[in-house]
């Protein structure tokens, strides 16, 4: 039983770029949260995906936007790009309700 | 906001001694838990604390949830080089989805 993958590993991308990143599910999972890691610091809650809307959101700007598709994997999307946002990426699903939840190993991304 | 402050921030130690890392918060949270990050890898929860005053061992592994449930401390005893890693510690937001708020994390580096 694969766990939560994601994809790219790595991303080089330069300011004011658009960049995607993806996240499938732990199976049996519905439930998926996205995260930024800088580095040295602990994750930061992005947003949450639940039946396809955004459930819950922290405290990011609109550029951040994200999608979840009926097979509950999602995407991240950063508009015009910043080098502030050169981190780690992560994506955690879990189901609803459920307090554990499993990360995947994170989408690097750098903005030169 | 909900806040995490999680001390040391950085700790290298021997082979076989003692340590304890603390998180502290200003706000009670639903429940507070435990991860550990190696690089490159998302981080994998070791423990769950829910109930004030609650004590749970994994191995040479010991956490505590402060009777307030606002604190909670990991206690690694006869550390071994395989415990090098970032130790983080979150809060479990239940009332927004099991939104994790995390400390900054702590580096633990043993020597052997």
């Known amino acids: 039983d694969a766990g939560v993958t994601q994809s790219p590993t790595h991303l080089i991308k330069t300011r004011g770029q658009q960049v995607t990143l993806r996240c499938s599910p732990k199976?049996?999972?519905?439930?998926v949260s996205w995260y930024q890691q800088a580095l040295g610091q602990g994750p930061q809650f992005i947003f949450q995906?639940?039946?396809?809307?955004?459930?819950q959101r922290g405290n990011f700007p609109d550029r951040f936007s994200g999608h979840q598709f009926p097979n509950y994997s999602s995407e991240l999307n950063v508009n015009a790009l910043l080098l502030g946002d050169s981190a780690l990426y992560l994506c955690?699903?879990?189901?609803?309700?459920?307090?554990?939840?499993?990360f995947g190993p994170g989408t690097r991304l750098l903005v030169l | 906001t909900q806040l995490l402050e999680q001390s040391p921030q950085f700790l290298s130690i021997q082979e076989g001694e003692n340590l304890t890392v603390y998180c502290n918060s200003s706000?009670?949270?639903?429940?507070l838990q435990w991860y550990r990050q190696e690089p490159g890898e998302g981080p994998v929860l070791l423990v769950t604390?829910?109930?004030?005053?609650e004590v749970k061992k994994l191995k040479r592994l010991t956490f505590q949830f402060g009777d307030a449930r606002k604190d909670s401390s990991l206690h690694i005893t006869a550390a071994q080089p395989g415990d090098t890693g970032l130790y983080l510690c979150?809060?479990?937001?239940?009332?927004?989805?099991?939104?994790?708020?995390f400390g900054a994390g702590t580096i633990l580096r043993v020597k052997s």
């Open positions: 955690a699903s879990s189901q609803l309700a459920a307090e554990t939840q499993y």
């Open positions: 199976s049996g999972h519905d439930t």
């Open positions: 995906y639940y039946e396809e809307e955004e459930r």
């Open positions: 706000s009670v949270f639903s429940s």
């Open positions: 604390v829910v109930t004030g005053g």
């Open positions: 979150a809060g479990v937001q239940r009332e927004y989805g099991n939104k994790l708020v």
